[in-house]
């Protein structure tokens, strides 16, 4: 049964950096060999489905990466048939209560922690215990993203069995009235100490960041930091097309 890199790396302690704008294998095969833990696979605002999860699980198994799929709600039948079909991660959004996140524990694990519908899953071929084992295996992300979970924070954070509770800009931001607004200041606070209060819980954080902004969250105890590629390409991009522009011109 493989290693749940990212998972086992939280589980010690040691910070977590998983990559989205990953949505074919040949991307994920150009990316294996950096060294990144973990691949954000987007299934609620992207085109992943259920006929792409085994292919792109499997070329994240390829170089030992975690395959973290988001889903689009938090439903049960969605939720364990995402990890029937080959991923090591779920990430749930707007989870708001203690009741919800519950819900997706009950949905991910099996007994006792849970109440998974019982599958081998595609990760369980050929193990024979793997319903002894799954739940060790599986990682589990759910999104802090509206700030009635903000406010609920404390009573969510008393359920066991989520790996990592993951404060989301975005949605945060319209959830207090600034659409757009990540940046904002009053947000910006929330998210650090949404992010403080998880640390402080003794929980796992997480949360999106950029090259700008990483070592600020790290600082304050995230652990699990999702950030995209493709401002690194812009900006090697640019950076290449000045030089040319620049050599061509002289």
Known sequence: ????????????????????GNNSTDMIDQLGPLGFDAIWLE?????????????????????????????????EGII???FDLGAQGIVVPHVNTKAEAQAVVNAAKFHPAGNRG????????????????????????????????????????????????FVAPSDLAQSMGYLGGGGHPEVLATIDKALE????????????????????????????VLTGWAAWVASGGSAFLGKVEEAGGS
């Open 1 to 20: 049964m493989r290693e749940n890199r990212a998972k086992h790396k939280l589980e010690r302690g040691e910070p977590v950096v998983c990559l989205s």
């Open 43 to 75: 299934g609620e605002h992207g085109p992943v489905d259920y006929g792409d999860i085994p292919d792109l699980t499997r070329a994240c198994d390829l170089w030992g990466m975690t395959s973290v799929v988001r889903v689009n709600r938090n439903n």
């Open 80 to 82: 364990y048939r995402t």
């Open 118 to 165: 019982m599958y081998t899953s595609r990760q369980g071929y050929g193990v024979p215990d793997y319903f002894d084992r799954a739940n060790d295996e599986t990682l589990v992300v759910i999104l802090i993203e509206d700030i009635a979970a903000v406010n609920n924070l404390a009573e969510i954070l008393t359920v066991d069995h989520i790996d990592v509770f």
């Open 197 to 224: 209060q998880i640390v402080a819980a003794g929980r796992t954080a997480g949360t999106l960041v950029t090259d700008a902004n990483v070592g600020h969250y790290l600082q304050i105890g995230a652990r699990f």
